[in-house]
């Protein structure tokens, strides 16, 4: 008997071990997989978040989970790009095909060189094709029309949801033309959307909505007040897309937008102390390789999370921006630090001392 095809649930845990937060998001993308793994279709998703709260991870725990299983070999042809890189091909014409053709790449390496052409091209009929960096590809910046973008994004359309997209076969796949059906394929855009926030604060404030954001009355500390409480996903309509520079026919390919939230301080706290490629991990192993050992007390780490969260631009970024200036005087010299055998150890005191300017 084979294996049934893992549920929604299952991937998210799975998921999770790597994503920290962003409980939408992986919700919408494990539906998505358990679709593609049990042979349906899916709806392609638009994932729109600020800058470091996880869109790249998220794609990158994807990949990861669909290569560690290879049982679900025949429907995870997965590929990654930026839509610059897209954008760049769409200068030089034919970038539909180059996703084609990394798909094809991908299906090889693990069906490996005897594999025949149908088998092939059953998996790229299958595969996720992952486009990072999507709001690069925008049909206007600052203004002037942004030639590269637009035809970047012709060159999706063509390839979402078309039944036949021509496709030049390489020679060692046999060459001559093919027909693809695309109908089959899992796409997954992300980008940050910067501006997107304030366009759509100022529509509904000063703009043409003028007025449509209420202010509320919040008491505090019992003095009452009025407030502006703007959630950009409840105010978020196609519209702004469509104003930021992407085009309707091109969003309209995507079913399901999802937008990720910013990181609370305790979610980067996680990301701090158990993400594999945090600051942390990297001067942890930097000191083994000294032979000591650094350790880091709650609050201390606290504080770092709290200093990177005054940084919303960077997101989880700021994790590893604060946490040199706190690390760098003591990797030259470890010395400055206090230890206990071969153990430094990193208190509060340390931190604010590093992040107040005065350094150790
Ligand atoms: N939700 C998250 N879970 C785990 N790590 C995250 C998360 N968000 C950001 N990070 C960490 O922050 C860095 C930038 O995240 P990334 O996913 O590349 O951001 P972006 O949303 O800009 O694509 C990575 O090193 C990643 O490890
Ligand atoms: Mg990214």
Redesign the pocket.
């Given at each position: 008997m084979t294996t049934p095809p893992p549920t929604p649930k299952q991937i998210a845990t799975e998921l999770q071990g790597?994503?920290?937060?962003?409980t939408r998001a992986v919700r919408e993308m494990s539906i998505a997989l358990a679709k593609v793994l049990a042979g349906l279709r899916s709806s392609n998703i638009l994932l729109i978040?600020?800058?470091?709260?996880?869109?790249?991870?998220?794609m990158?725990a994807v990949e990861t989970y669909l290569s560690e299983n290879p049982r679900f070999g025949e429907h995870s042809t997965v590929i990654r790009f930026h839509a610059k890189v897209l954008a760049d091909l769409a200068e030089e014409g034919r970038p539909g095909e180059v996703v084609l053709r990394r798909l094809l790449e991908k299906a090889r390496q693990s069906l490996g060189d005897d594999a025949t052409r149908e088998q092939l091209l059953v998996r790229v009929r299958r595969g996720i094709v992952f486009v990072?960096e999507v709001d690069k590809i925008r049909s206007h910046v600052g203004g002037e029309l942004h030639s590269a973008g637009i035809r970047a994004q012709e060159a999706l359309l063509t390839l979402i949801e078309n039944d036949s997209v021509p496709f030049t076969l390489p020679d060692w796949a046999g060459g001559g033309r093919e027909s693809v059906d695309s109908s089959g394929l899992l796409f997954v855009a992300?980008g940050?959307f910067e501006g997107l926030y304030d366009a759509v604060y100022n529509r509904v404030t000063i703009g043409a909505d003028k007025g449509a954001l209420k202010s509320v009355t919040v008491v505090d500390d019992g003095k009452i007040r009025e407030e502006l409480q703007f959630r950009l996903e409840e105010w978020l309509r196609y519209d702004d897309l469509f104003e930021y520079g992407m085009s309707p026919q091109f969003l309209a390919r995507f079913d399901s937008m999802v937008l990720?939230e910013d990181?609370a301080v305790d979610?980067l706290i996680?990301?701090f102390l158990e993400?594999e490629?945090?600051g942390l991990h990297q001067a942890q192993e930097y000191f083994a390789s000294q032979g000591l050992r650094l350790a880091i007390s709650p609050s201390a780490v606290r504080r770092i999370a709290v200093e990177a969260s005054a940084h919303p631009r960077l997101?989880?970024?700021a994790?590893?921006e604060v946490f040199r200036r706190v690390i760098r005087d003591y990797e030259f010299d470890p010395s400055l630090a206090k230890a206990s055998g071969s153990a430094l150890m990193l208190d509060e005191p340390e931190v604010d001392r590093a992040l107040d300017g005065e350094g150790p």
């Amino acid at each position: 008997m084979t294996t049934p095809p893992p549920t929604p649930k299952q991937i998210a845990t799975e998921l999770q071990g790597r994503v920290i937060g962003q409980t939408r998001a992986v919700r919408e993308m494990s539906i998505a997989l358990a679709k593609v793994l049990a042979g349906l279709r899916s709806s392609n998703i638009l994932l729109i978040g600020p800058s470091g709260t996880g869109k790249t991870t998220l794609m990158r725990a994807v990949e990861t989970y669909l290569s560690e299983n290879p049982r679900f070999g025949e429907h995870s042809t997965v590929i990654r790009f930026h839509a610059k890189v897209l954008a760049d091909l769409a200068e030089e014409g034919r970038p539909g095909e180059v996703v084609l053709r990394r798909l094809l790449e991908k299906a090889r390496q693990s069906l490996g060189d005897d594999a025949t052409r149908e088998q092939l091209l059953v998996r790229v009929r299958r595969g996720i094709v992952f486009v990072d960096e999507v709001d690069k590809i925008r049909s206007h910046v600052g203004g002037e029309l942004h030639s590269a973008g637009i035809r970047a994004q012709e060159a999706l359309l063509t390839l979402i949801e078309n039944d036949s997209v021509p496709f030049t076969l390489p020679d060692w796949a046999g060459g001559g033309r093919e027909s693809v059906d695309s109908s089959g394929l899992l796409f997954v855009a992300a980008g940050a959307f910067e501006g997107l926030y304030d366009a759509v604060y100022n529509r509904v404030t000063i703009g043409a909505d003028k007025g449509a954001l209420k202010s509320v009355t919040v008491v505090d500390d019992g003095k009452i007040r009025e407030e502006l409480q703007f959630r950009l996903e409840e105010w978020l309509r196609y519209d702004d897309l469509f104003e930021y520079g992407m085009s309707p026919q091109f969003l309209a390919r995507f079913d399901s937008m999802v937008l990720l939230e910013d990181l609370a301080v305790d979610e980067l706290i996680r990301i701090f102390l158990e993400t594999e490629d945090s600051g942390l991990h990297q001067a942890q192993e930097y000191f083994a390789s000294q032979g000591l050992r650094l350790a880091i007390s709650p609050s201390a780490v606290r504080r770092i999370a709290v200093e990177a969260s005054a940084h919303p631009r960077l997101g989880a970024r700021a994790l590893k921006e604060v946490f040199r200036r706190v690390i760098r005087d003591y990797e030259f010299d470890p010395s400055l630090a206090k230890a206990s055998g071969s153990a430094l150890m990193l208190d509060e005191p340390e931190v604010d001392r590093a992040l107040d300017g005065e350094g150790p």
